[in-house]
């Protein structure tokens, strides 16, 4: 098991998540910049040398003043863009040493755990419920396992764009519906713990991909809810441009803080320190969410809860109230 995690987690990272982004915008920036600044050397020079003064070079002065000019400001501008590329590559080194640090963690606490529980079976008389308990625990690891590794891999498919999957049109209600049930069996808390009411509408789409929008974002709300956690979901119409179906996930947690609503869609980004969370995950889910919603033409926002604790996803996606496909035939 161990080693079947690893290897796909090898697999996943090398060509996907940390394949970093083409080296060759800065690198022609960095060497325009430098043929700009010695440019501007050579001008500054021969107008220092040969232009002031001289009647007869007055011309080529105020030529190569204004050549001079906008060189000039088109270093600034290039100086600007290359510091705006640096940022945002230490950003992503940033991530993407947090994301390393997850990724250790939900690898080495389960397998960790599985050793302990299989050398205590192999070396120790326990009793019937024990095994049955120590079972149980080790099917808990495993499928936190099989959660990471389905993660990595969801985020890697995102890369290509078209698997040859149809879409269909997906009645959007149920499909919630049944996200939610498989999120409270994940946790093991009441099926009423997530209360799902509103209009259900139909949404062209891969069932997949709606799958991994509603369930990754269910689960965000258990998993960093209250105790015990209280999710509500909520959908209504919203008649714009275009006709959206509003689907709204109101969790009971600390919420999150304005500053960082915007931050939590980037790839690999999870708030706080990595080392010291208690609560899984790899900082990926909110990434596959936002991809998502945006590849089916929709919005998805952070928004304060109606309860005034908490944090509320709000999903709108372009929807039809009734079957298209079945009111024509």
């Not at 007869?56 to 050549?67: H, M, N």
């Not at 879409?167 to 099926?191: F, G, K, N, S």
């Not at 320190?273 to 033409?297: D, F, H, Q, S, W």
């Amino acid at each position: 098991m161990a080693s079947y995690c690893l290897q796909q987690a090898h697999i996943v990272a090398p060509d996907y998540i940390y394949a970093r982004r083409s080296l060759k915008l800065p690198i022609t920036l960095g060497v325009v910049l430098i043929i700009l600044v010695v440019l501007l050397t050579v001008g500054w020079i021969f107008l220092s040398v040969f232009g002031i003064g001289s009647g007869q070079l007055s011309y080529f002065y105020w030529t190569l003043l204004s050549v001079g000019a906008v060189l000039f400001a088109m270093v600034l501008v290039g100086v600007s863009l290359y510091l705006a590329l640096s940022i945002k590559a230490i950003n992503l080194n940033r991530r993407q040493s947090n994301f390393m640090d997850s990724v250790s963690h939900e690898l080495k606490s389960p397998i960790a755990s599985l050793k302990l529980y299989l050398q205590t079976l192999s070396k120790r008389d326990v009793s019937q419920q024990q095994r049955e308990q120590f079972i149980g625990l080790m099917l808990e690891d495993v499928q936190r396992l099989d959660d990471l590794i389905n993660h990595l891999l969801n985020a890697a498919k995102l890369e290509r764009r078209d698997d040859g999957t149809p879409e269909i049109l997906i009645d959007v209600l149920p499909l919630i519906e049944r996200a939610a049930a498989t999120v409270c069996h994940r946790y093991q808390i009441p099926l009423d713990s997530i209360a799902v009411y509103g209009p259900s509408g139909w949404v062209r789409a891969r069932q997949v991909d709606l799958e991994m929008i509603f369930r990754n974002l269910i689960d965000n709300a258990v998993k960093y809810g209250g105790t015990p956690p209280e999710v509500q979901i909520t959908s209504h119409w919203l008649h714009q441009k275009k006709t959206l179906l509003v689907v709204q996930i109101a969790d009971n947690g600390p919420g999150i803080p304005i500053a960082q609503r915007r931050k939590v869609f980037r790839r690999f980004t999870r708030l706080g320190l990595e080392l010291e969370r208690t609560k899984p995950g790899t900082g990926l889910g909110l990434y596959i969410v936002g991809t998502l919603v945006n590849r089916l033409k929709g919005q998805v926002r952070i928004l304060n809860s109606p309860s005034g604790e908490g944090t509320m996803f709000e999903v709108g996606l372009p929807a039809a109230k009734e079957n298209e496909e079945e009111t024509s035939s």
